[in-house]
């Protein structure tokens, strides 16, 4: 059984309307419209530096505020619209309106525009659109049909080139993935052998800082630096040095048989022998000698 007054349609003119039919449609959003203000999302169409921070924070293009709309002027016949936000980091109020005649947002108070430089036209001619048209340029246009016509061959140019340009982007892209196995098999194979040569390359590192011992990681190796090893130079062995080294590998004492040769060596000195004898006799007790030294030093643990 259906109540009493349920189900009924009260209009908002009616002289004694439920409670439900009293609010407003927009809700909350339409508590300052006797003001002209209602509430929207607004998203910031670039980044602006807030003013009211100390020192002055950046506020990221495309963030998102709950803002006052209201009309605050008309281009001809074109409303003009304020938007007024609140930073959230230091309750300071920013307030970005529409620009008609340009096309654009300004702000108008408690932050500034970022400024990106030279390097940034304005209007997106960089990424291939045509720029905004000054109020001189337009009236030059309008009363030149040449320079219109030039501006119009002109624009028409560069859309030409940007099409080409996505067309020819397209095409390389649809090469490159026209058979997704093989793509994938090129991509899977080069990043095989990169990984085994990055964990092959790891290993020697590993094992190099066991056997050395050391307590930091071990960077890769450049060019540089290996041109810079190249430049280093530890010198050669020098006279001095060749008789300090058979200084140190003579015994400290004579041995009993080698006294006995030395003495054998002047008896038998007043024989008559030839220049070729005596040098060969001296190069084999030069050799006899350099390979006791060497056995000498390869023996004792302390040369």
């Known amino acids: 059984m259906q109540g009493f007054n349920m189900g009924r349609y009260y209009p908002p003119s009616s002289t004694s309307p439920p409670t439900f039919n009293k609010t407003h449609p927009l809700g909350s959003r339409a508590s300052k419209l006797p003001l002209g203000i209602l509430k929207v999302r607004f998203e910031l169409p670039f980044a602006v530096w807030c003013t009211h921070c100390e020192p002055e924070a950046l506020i990221g ?21 304020g938007f007024r936000v609140q930073h959230g980091a230091c309750g300071g109020w920013i307030e970005v309106r529409t ?3 340009r096309a654009e947002y300004v702000v108008v108070s408690g932050g500034r525009r970022r400024d990106y430089g030279p390097e940034a ?32 061959v002109r624009e028409r140019a560069v859309e030409r080139r940007t099409r080409e340009r996505v067309e020819e982007l397209l095409g390389e892209r649809e090469r490159a993935w026209a058979d997704p196995y093989a793509a994938n098999r090129r991509l899977r194979e080069g990043f095989r052998v990169r990984r085994k040569g990055a964990e092959a390359e ?4 590993e094992g190099m800082k066991e056997r050395f011992g050391l307590g930091f990681d071990i960077v890769d190796e450049v060019e540089g630096d290996r041109v810079r090893a190249g430049l280093v130079e530890f010198g050669s062995v020098g006279v001095g040095d060749l008789e300090v080294e058979r200084a140190a590998r003579k015994p400290l004492f004579v041995l009993e048989h080698e006294v006995g040769r030395t003495e054998g060596k002047g008896k038998t000195s007043g024989e008559k022998k030839t220049r070729a004898q005596t040098e060969a006799e001296r190069r084999k007790e030069a050799l006899q000698q350099e390979i006791r030294g060497n056995t000498r030093a390869a023996m004792d643990p302390f040369l």
């Open 99 to 101: 620009d008609p005649g």
């Open 202 to 205: 790891e290993a020697r590192k």
């Open 61 to 81: 293009q495309g963030v998102r505020f709950n803002a006052e709309k209201r009309r605050v002027g008309r281009y001809h016949s074109t409303a003009v619209w």
């Open 121 to 152: 036209p304005p209007g997106g001619e960089e990424e291939g659109g045509v720029g905004l048209l000054t109020a001189e340029e337009r009236e030059r246009r309008r009363l030149d049909a040449f320079a219109a016509l030039e501006g119009t």
